[in-house]
């Protein structure tokens, strides 16, 4: 896996991965999609039902939340990459096992090599968690740059789409425009 030269080489690679319990309960293999080479990348937790029924990710409620975040700082969803720290649908929507993360997370890690985005969003606890091994309260974090190491790649944690969903309050929608233009920001500064 470490090999694999390009994004669509890994996914092809990956794509029938049972290492874990969530493999045969999915409908399909959700890798992640986006620009290659993006500036920007962000990160969710996993697959739900829209998602493991069309193999994309972000693509259901949550998916129509996060494209009009994209929107919010001037940028297309194609021109962004989206992923998720596991790929196939966790049963209920549940949130992954540590050890179902830990297992899928080579995967991510591949990915994120191969696109070297300049920053990352991290959508919710999970990501952060298992990315970052920050155990905080996501209430608490967002908002705090956070570095991915060895990488070192500008992390900004921000709460979950599907969070802000259910608790659209003028604070929660104000901290995650606040956290997308720190990172819009970051993408502006020049180079080097
Ligand atoms: N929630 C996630 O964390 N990821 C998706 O792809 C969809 C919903």
């Not at 390009?6 to 049972?18: I, K, N």
């Not at 969530?22 to 500036?39: H, I, K, M, Q, T």
């Not at 021109?79 to 209920?92: L, T």
């Not at 259910?166 to 995650?176: C, E, K, S």
Request: hydrophobic fraction near 40%; charge should be positive.
């Amino acid at each position: 896996m470490a090999s694999a030269a390009t994004l669509a080489e890994l996914e092809a690679r990956v794509q029938g991965c049972l290492a874990c319990p969530l493999g045969p309960g999915r409908l399909r293999f959700v890798f992640g999609e986006g620009n290659p080479s993006a500036d920007l990348m962000f990160i969710g937790e996993g697959p739900g039902r829209d998602e493991d029924l069309q193999g994309r990710p972000f693509v259901g409620r949550a998916g129509e939340l996060l494209d009009k975040m994209i929107g919010a700082i001037g940028l297309e969803r194609s021109e962004v990459y989206i992923a998720n720290v596991v790929k196939c649908r966790p049963p209920d929507n549940r949130v992954p096992t540590a050890s179902e993360a830990q297992r899928c997370l080579g995967y991510l890690m591949r990915q994120i090599d191969l696109i070297q985005p300049r920053v990352i969003v991290t959508l919710g606890a999970t990501p952060l968690r298992e990315l970052l091994g920050v155990g905080e309260g996501i209430t608490r974090v967002r908002g705090q740059w956070k570095r991915l190491e060895p990488q070192g790649i500008p992390v900004m944690p921000t709460f979950h789409p599907a969070y802000v969903l259910r608790q659209y309050t003028d604070d929660v929608r104000r901290a995650v425009w606040t956290d997308l233009k720190a990172a819009r920001a970051w993408l502006d500064r020049p180079k080097g």
